[in-house]
């Protein structure tokens, strides 16, 4: 006979841990979890609401500056005011200046914008290569490395003048202007995003098979894929300065070119206009690169 005292099975079960405690079983966890992923998600789409409204807050600020600055001075040529050179904006948006020899704003901004695009993809494409090679071999980063440290701290505006005896005053030498500003840093970028990509990834990919091509292509340049744009969201502010200051120069059309022959005939609120335009193209490429952030990112997203 035991001197054990008898239990029930259920009493059993829940002493040795077999039988679920109340309120501690898998479903209420799971929902615990979700809750705690919809609560930060809300977050950071309240952080991310108060960022856009401050920003539009600070731009407002900055406007009614402007447009206090504008009434003090009381003089159009010097400086115009908010409200007239929003006027000359949309006016000149689909008319030509100056007069009918000219061409309307929206030509002029395409034409920049096509620049831009063009120097900016090859650049992009020939830095995120040679960061690659320079990342994949000791020998190409050590022959390639003293030749970008000493072009990088050139202003690419220094090349102007040799680009227009080499090349002349076409497309060529403007994009060219774009590349030469855009591969360093894109290089550069490149192979410390490489840098910072855990060796695990590529030994786990050789492991499993992949070849040390694959493993850079598919395995490395993925995990960097966030620096890399970053660094794209930096040379896309670079070639819009070079493209610009180019246009002032040696060139019959663009953005650069119509603030140019405003400031010739003395109309500020069309160089205000252009200088508008330069900020509206670029804050939305900049917000094309941020959604291919996020993309390739996902703990960025809210």
């Known amino acids: 006979m035991s001197v054990f005292p008898t239990l029930a099975p259920h009493e059993d079960a829940t002493l040795t841990g077999l039988a679920p405690l109340p309120g501690d079983g898998p479903l209420q966890g799971e929902g615990d979890e979700l809750a705690d992923l919809a609560a930060y998600r809300r977050a950071v789409r309240r952080a991310r609401t108060r960022r856009l409204v401050t920003g539009a807050a ?9 447009q206090v600055a504008a009434m003090i001075i009381s003089d ?8 007239e050179t929003a006027r000359t ?21 395409l034409v920049s914008l096509r620049r831009i695009l063009v120097g900016f993809a090859v650049g992009v494409a020939c830095g995120v290569a040679l960061g690659a090679a320079m990342s994949a071999s000791r020998v190409v980063r ?10 990088r701290p050139l202003p690419p505006l220094a090349f102007i003048p040799l680009f227009i005896i080499w090349l002349g005053i076409g497309e060529l030498p403007k994009e060219v202007l774009i590349i030469i500003g855009v591969v360093p840093i894109m290089a550069v970028t490149c192979v410390a995003a490489l840098d910072e990509v855990p060796d695990d990834l590529r030994l786990c990919a050789r492991t499993l098979g992949a070849s040390s091509r694959y493993a850079l292509l598919h395995v490395q340049l993925r995990s960097a894929l966030p620096g890399i744009l970053t660094g794209m969201r930096i040379c896309m502010a670079g070639a819009w300065t070079s493209i610009v200051a180019v246009e002032l120069i040696a060139a019959t059309s663009g953005l650069g070119y119509l603030i140019m022959q405003a400031g010739d005939y003395l109309n500020t609120a069309l160089a205000f206009s252009g200088i508008l335009m330069i900020a509206v193209l670029g804050l939305a490429l900049d917000a094309c690169l941020r959604g291919l952030l996020l993309l390739a990112d996902p703990s960025r997203r809210g």
């Open 76 to 83: 159009q040529v010097f400086l115009p005011s908010v409200t």
């Open 89 to 109: 904006f949309v006016h000149y948006l689909d008319h030509p200046y100056p007069a009918s020899q000219g061409r309307p704003l929206w030509y002029d901004a």
């Open 58 to 66: 600070g731009l407002a600020v900055l406007a009614l500056a402007w």
């Open 142 to 151: 050590h022959l390639a490395d003293p030749v970008i440290e000493v072009l």
